[in-house]
């Protein structure tokens, strides 16, 4: 289990138990005589193949112990009900409660379609719920309902548009307080990255931000849109120094951003971020080793030491918008280890090209074309270099290898990459012996649509190629990759109590049966935000 540089992994706590069932996506609020309310999904797996159970849940000890005070609505499968996925809760500021909920998402995920997104209200502090009302907003997994500055109410989804066939995430609102929606503005779409799972910041001076999912992840950061005008307008999509999916934020007093959500660019688990949101819009930082590995930086020199189990030391990158993208990625590094199997590599994803490093030479694939011997026991620079479809593998300036790059090659891993060398862009260690000592990486990329990306590292920095991550990134609790269990976490919610702690819930798999999970809780202190 990896425990990062700053865990709060040991504050970790049970919030509530389903036996036998998969619990998942819990929201909160408190209510203003103190009660706190969560609502989650009550599900037989996390995709649901039989029943949900929309389930309000009480604490009045500010988070510690729960009991369950209501149920919002059920779903059937069996009897032929539409799966219920996302749960959301919010107060609004005359004092009514409203849930909103997505349906099943092969259903509702184009504009084409019908929308599936239901809302059910109370007035009495949660204890019962109306029927469920049919919104017409489009899309899903919405945000929460909120209340614009300018009195609107508002609710973020994402949608696919048939123009580029990709998500938007658009803001629909409500000006006769909930009865009727119409789409009021698209917040982000460019029919490349995969925004979805917006989530919509109030900041001072009534300004709004909306932080975004990417959801092709495997490098590609969250991204981040503003408006200054309650909505109606929005600035160009912006990088942001982090990856992680269902973007959960707000605002705190000292004028500072605090987001949480499930860690998709290195280690497994959930992560929070706090900072100056738009002094860090447009920003990138590299990803890290996502579980366990043994790494050292000397005074010049990163030293990897391979060990047997899962991916070990591998640092990730934003990769090229496409195979027709120019592309240099360029490292100062040596190798020790059996001659004949790869101890180190450099993978570029939409390229599918992987460089694997061995003692005794350098190969992309199998075939004596395209595997070069080379002392690598020796410090070179290795370089892919690649531009119209001529792809370049060159030592120390040299050519040694050519490839063709069609236009539709589009090689890209899982989320979790694993064993695909070519399925992200990124370098580090492979195999399960060796030692592989880098002095310096670089990265250019020039696409034809998106901006152009450059990167540098030198081990002379003193730094870890994602020393971002490693001292501002926190790792609020741990998950781990098992064959029998796929991580599963990560779609949290927080306050800030009277106190000034700040009592955050999520969901996870950790430790439990296959297919199962249950709900955990974690207070922050203002000194786990320095």
């Known amino acids: 289990m990896y425990i990062h540089p700053r865990s709060l992994n040991h504050k970790i706590f049970d919030v509530w138990r389903s036996p036998g069932r998969f619990t998942k ?86 504009i084409q379609q019908k929308p599936g997104i239901w809302a059910y209200w109370s007035t009495d502090g949660g204890r019962t719920w109306s029927a469920h009302q049919d919104t017409g907003i489009p899309g899903f997994e919405p945000d929460r309902m909120m209340e614009l500055p300018d009195g609107r109410l508002a609710v973020a989804t994402h949608v696919m548009l048939p123009d580029g066939q990709e998500f938007a995430d658009v803001l629909s609102c409500s000006e006769d307080g909930g009865q009727s929606w119409y789409r009021a503005a698209t917040m982000a779409f460019d029919g490349y990255h995969r925004f979805c799972e917006g989530a919509i910041i109030h900041l001072k001076g009534g300004e709004l931000a909306c932080v975004m999912r990417e959801n092709h992840s495997r490098g590609i950061p969250c991204f981040v849109v503003f408006s200054s005008d309650s909505g109606n307008t929005w600035s160009p999509p912006q990088m942001l120094p982090f990856s992680i999916h269902r973007p959960y934020g707000k605002q705190l007093p000292d004028g500072r951003v605090l987001i949480t959500g499930r860690h998709m660019n290195g280690p497994i688990g959930t992560y929070a971020w706090v900072g100056d949101l738009k002094a860090e819009a447009g920003t990138y930082a590299p990803g890290g080793p996502r579980s366990e590995y043994h790494a050292e930086l000397s005074p010049d020199t990163l030293v990897i030491t391979n060990s047997p189990g899962m991916q070990g030391c ?15 990625m360029d490292a100062v590094v040596k190798v020790e280890g059996p001659a004949g199997v790869p101890v180190a590599f450099m993978g570029i994803s939409k390229l599918g090209i992987a460089v694997q490093i061995a003692s005794n030479g350098i190969r992309t694939r199998s075939g004596v074309d395209f595997q070069k011997p080379v002392n690598m026991t020796q410090y070179h620079r290795l370089t892919i270099h690649h531009q119209g479809g001529w792809l370049q593998v060159q030592v120390d300036g040299e050519t040694v290898i050519h490839e063709c790059i069609y236009w539709d090659t589009d090689n890209q891993a899982d989320w979790f990459a694993r064993d695909n060398l070519a399925g992200m862009t990124w370098f580090g260690e492979t195999g399960d012996e060796g030692r592989s000592f880098w002095k310096s990486v670089r990265m250019d990329i020039k696409n034809r649509s998106l901006l152009p990306f450059s990167w540098n590292w030198e081990a002379l920095s003193g730094k870890l190629p994602d020393d971002y991550q490693r001292t501002r990134m926190i790792q609020l609790h741990v998950n781990v990759m098992k064959e029998t269990n796929w991580p599963d976490h990560g779609y949290s919610s927080w306050l800030t109590l009277p106190d000034g702690r700040i009592l955050l819930v999520d969901y996870t798999n950790l430790n439990d049966l296959p297919g199962k999970s249950h709900l955990v809780g974690l207070y922050l202190d203002s000194v786990d935000l320095v």
């Open 25 to 110: 996506n819990p929201d909160i609020v408190r209510l203003p005589k103190g009660r706190l309310l969560l609502v989650y999904s009550d599900n037989d797996a996390h995709w649901s193949q039989e029943n949900q159970v929309l389930t309000i849940l009480a604490s009045d000890d500010d988070g510690r112990i729960w009991f369950k005070l209501s149920e919002v609505d059920r779903a059937d499968l069996r009897q032929g009900d539409e799966r219920l996925v996302t749960p959301r809760l919010s107060l609004l500021s005359d004092g009514r409660l409203v849930v909103l909920i997505d349906h099943d998402d092969n259903g509702h995920f184009h």
């Open 314 to 328: 591998r640092y990730s990158l934003l990769p090229p918008e496409s195979s027709r993208s120019h592309v240099v």
